[in-house]
């Protein structure tokens, strides 16, 4: 079993849709990303949380350490937000700092 | 734009060469990560370097190395290659502080992709 699970690997919506996106992780960590890749392959973080919840626009992220669970959430969806969107996870150990990643989610916004 | 410069961005070579990639980090920033993007294996963390200084190791392959220069560039070094080494290799620099552990988000350079045929 991985250490990061996202689900769903694939989602297809239409233009306007509300979308989740979550990540279930099973180890300590002192932070959580969510980055996102485009199809030319550049990432960009778009948020890095320890706890609560983040808003970026129509982007919004949220963390529940107790559940070791977090959603990215994108309301009124567009085709540009179409994109890989990857969940990963810091941990530290005696003072080495580690990121694992989850093997992304496929968005594909229909206009 | 990150901040974060890779080159070369393309990179074809072949089976049993050796080649360098290199990343010079935002202004300012200490750390410098290197991670592995392949088809099969997704993402994957390599190494990680404070301020000249290796700080983690991840599932980085001993054919590769890297090292941290005082003016705080990095280089990966890529050698006896294999077919399998074709991937994305993507370098990250933070805010990372030592007694703080990781202050700021992550910033991407834009990859270098190679190719070994």
Redesign the interface.
């Known amino acids: 079993k991985n250490e990061v699970e996202q689900s769903p690997q694939n989602l297809t919506a239409q233009e306007g849709e509300f979308i989740t996106i979550n990540c279930s992780y099973s180890v300590g960590i002192s932070a959580l990303h969510w980055l996102q890749q485009h199809p030319g392959g550049g990432i960009v973080s778009l948020f890095m949380l320890s706890s609560g919840k983040k808003k970026h626009g129509r982007l919004i992220a949220t963390i529940n350490i107790q559940e070791k669970h977090s959603s990215l959430h994108i309301t009124a969806s567009h085709p540009r937000d179409s994109a890989v969107y990857i969940c990963a996870v810091r941990s530290t150990n005696f003072g080495n700092e580690k990121l694992t990643f989850g093997t992304g989610t496929r968005l594909t916004i229909i206009p | 734009d990150?901040g974060v410069t890779q080159t070369p961005k393309h990179l074809i070579t072949a089976t049993g060469q050796r080649v360098t990639l290199r990343c010079s980090p935002r202004s300012g920033d200490l750390s410098v990560?290197w991670?592995q993007q392949s088809l099969d294996q997704?993402?994957?963390?390599l190494i990680?370097y404070y301020n000249g200084e290796e700080?983690?190791k991840?599932n980085i392959l001993e054919r590769f190395s890297a090292q941290q220069f005082p003016d705080l560039h990095s280089e990966l070094n890529l050698s006896s290659l294999e077919l399998g080494d074709s991937a994305?290799y993507?370098c990250?620099s933070s805010g990372?502080h030592?007694g703080q552990?990781?202050t700021?988000?992550?910033?991407?350079g834009?990859?270098s992709?190679l190719t070994v045929l």
């Not at chain 2, 997704?42 to 963390?45: A, E, I, N, Y």
């Not at chain 2, 700021?104 to 991407?108: A, D, I, P």
Request: hydrophobic share 40%.
């Open positions: 990150s990560y991670y997704g993402l994957q963390f990680h700080r983690a991840g994305l993507f990250a990372y030592l552990g990781f700021g988000e992550l910033f991407f834009e990859g992709r």
